[in-house]
């Protein structure tokens, strides 16, 4: 994709549909990620995103430290974002759906 909206677009929606597009795997959306994150160096969504494909790939320990460097962004995450990784946290149990619930609130 040529613009970067449109780029987070298109990696929300193949990390939501993991699995059921043929030829893809998460380290070819972790690949989509970090082209985005040369371009808009913190982009909090594909963030959360890259969070979701390095658990599913295996990669749990890398996955909680971009948790909980997101956790630690300075201004924090907004509600959205909060709820997303919650989601990721949930569906690959990392355990940090207590500590985003006192974030949320």
Do not use: F, W
Not at 32 to 46: F, N, R, S
Request: no cysteine; glycine share 8%; proline share 6%.
């Amino acid at each position: 994709p040529e613009s970067l909206p449109t780029a987070v677009t298109v990696i929300r929606a193949r990390a939501e549909a993991m699995g059921t597009i043929q030829g893809d795997s998460p380290q070819r959306v972790l690949d989509m990620i970090e082209k985005v994150q040369t371009a808009a160096p913190g982009e909090p969504q594909t963030l959360v995103a890259r969070v979701d494909m390095l658990a599913r790939s295996g990669k749990r320990d890398a996955a909680l430290q971009e948790a909980e460097a997101l956790l630690a962004r300075e201004g924090g995450l907004d509600q959205q974002l909060l709820v997303r990784l919650a989601d990721v946290s949930g569906r690959n149990n990392l355990g940090l759906e207590p500590r985003l619930e006192q974030q949320y609130t």
